[in-house]
């Protein structure tokens, strides 16, 4: 049976993040947009404590506490914009937030 | 590092779900796709000797990160019909061609350069009291930069969304 090594997290964490990505590509819903970019912060974490626990080092996973903090803030600030946006257009397509077009 | 066959399991499914989250056509769906693979990301975790990042993974980001997602979803009433919006097909065509790029780019220099030749260390100490020490002790500074980085988004959600103008009284 094959040793699960640490190219096989890379590997998932790459697909995730490539995944999330599409999602913000693909999708006018502003709130899965910002769920896409939970999920790429997410495949990061993963990278992160996979390379913590290879390099037997502690010090990747301190930096998931802070990229989970960043994401809180990220997603508390995101959600309020959401509202207030659509509090004023009356709608969370992100193609209807286009007043700056040249 | 870990079970081969509970890897490929988990993997699968954490794929399916990231996949299922960006494909649904209703939020309400997505974020639970989304839910389901925290989860399993934070069955992930415990397998990679990371218990104490699974717990935060289970109660920070599938509890309130996406609780507060929810919570904006009913708020807005997004999962009602009008507001289901459609993709653009040339911007998925777009999305899908770059996303491979991607994939393959990174694959391309993972395997080329960067393939680890060791095939990786001993278990360590992973107890909370070992990252608290770690975090209150060399990276004490980078903790009071987060609690300050909380602090302002908390202030600039409130700006946001208070209502101006108009008396509450």
């Known amino acids: 049976m094959p040793e699960v090594t640490i190219d096989w997290y890379v590997a998932l964490g790459v697909i995730l993040f490539t995944i999330g990505a599409i999602g913000v590509l693909v999708r006018r819903n502003a709130i899965v947009i910002f769920m896409s970019i939970e999920l790429m912060l997410n495949a990061a974490n993963l990278v992160f404590v996979a390379f913590a626990r290879h390099l037997g080092n502690l010090d990747g996973q301190v930096f998931v506490f802070f990229v989970t903090t960043v994401a809180a803030a990220e997603a508390a600030v995101g959600l309020a914009l959401i509202v207030t946006i659509f509090r004023t257009k009356a709608s969370i397509n992100v193609d209807a937030i286009n007043s700056m077009r040249g | 590092m870990g079970n081969p066959i509970l890897f ?25 796709w989304l839910i389901f693979n925290f989860s399993l990301v934070a069955v992930l975790y415990v397998v990679l000797n990371a218990p104490f990042i699974a717990m935060v993974q289970v109660t920070v ?12 979803i ?13 993709t653009r097909s040339a911007h998925t065509l777009l999305a899908v061609v770059l996303g491979t790029a991607m994939v393959a780019i990174l694959g391309y220099v993972f395997l080329r350069g960067a393939a680890p030749a060791v095939g990786g260390a001993d278990p360590i100490d992973t107890a909370p009291i070992t990252l608290g020490f770690l975090l209150f002790e060399t990276y004490v500074l980078p903790f009071q930069v987060t609690a300050v980085l909380l602090l302002v988004s908390m202030i600039g959600v409130v700006v946001l969304t208070v209502r101006r103008g108009k008396s509450n009284a």
């Open chain 2, 61 to 72: 980001y599938a509890g309130a990160i996406m609780v507060l997602f929810l919570f904006v």
């Open chain 2, 8 to 32: 490929a399991v988990l993997a699968l499914f954490a794929i399916g779900s990231a996949l299922g989250m960006v494909l649904s056509r209703n939020a309400v769906h997505s974020a639970l």
């Open chain 2, 74 to 86: 009913m708020l807005l009433a997004a999962d009602m019909p009008r507001a289901i919006i459609p």
